[in-house]
């Protein structure tokens, strides 16, 4: 079993910056893709960046292509999301996802194919 904890998420004005972190416990997640989906109120939720198990490859969603970094760490056994020249429209909880895998190059890109969550974090963009 494996344990995803986020850490806080909080209100930043547009164009600021705000790193999430999310701490894995239960097995190395040097097993594991990991990713970054969100959700905003009344929408559906959708994947923002996916990282293979080695960190050699990444996905981002076009609309936070050259904004938002994801990576990984896998000593500390945390995954991180920066997201820089944030917009009101990147308002939503976002959750940490883990998908148990052998495949290193494996870099789902959907929801199902993940099997363990985090609790959610609420980021909040002002304008």
């Known amino acids: 079993q494996v344990q995803l904890v986020e850490s806080a998420g909080g209100l930043v004005q547009a164009g600021g910056s705000l790193r999430l972190s999310c701490a894995a416990s239960?097995?190395?997640?040097?097993?594991?893709?990991m990713a970054w989906f969100r959700q905003a109120p009344g929408k559906e939720r959708e994947l923002v960046a996916a990282?293979?198990?080695?960190?050699?490859?990444?996905y981002y969603a076009d609309s936070v292509k050259g904004r938002f970094t994801i990576s990984r760490d896998n000593a500390k056994n945390t995954v991180y999301l920066q997201m820089n020249s944030l917009k009101a429209e990147d308002t939503a909880v976002y959750y940490c996802?883990?998908?148990?895998?052998?495949?290193?190059?494996?870099?789902?890109?959907?929801?199902?194919?993940?099997?363990?969550w985090g609790q959610g974090t609420q980021v909040t963009v002002s304008s």
């Open positions: 996802a883990a998908d148990l895998t052998l495949l290193s190059g494996r870099l789902p890109t959907r929801d199902h194919e993940y099997d363990y």
């Open positions: 990282i293979n198990r080695s960190g050699a490859s990444t």
């Open positions: 239960g097995r190395t997640i040097s097993s594991l893709a």
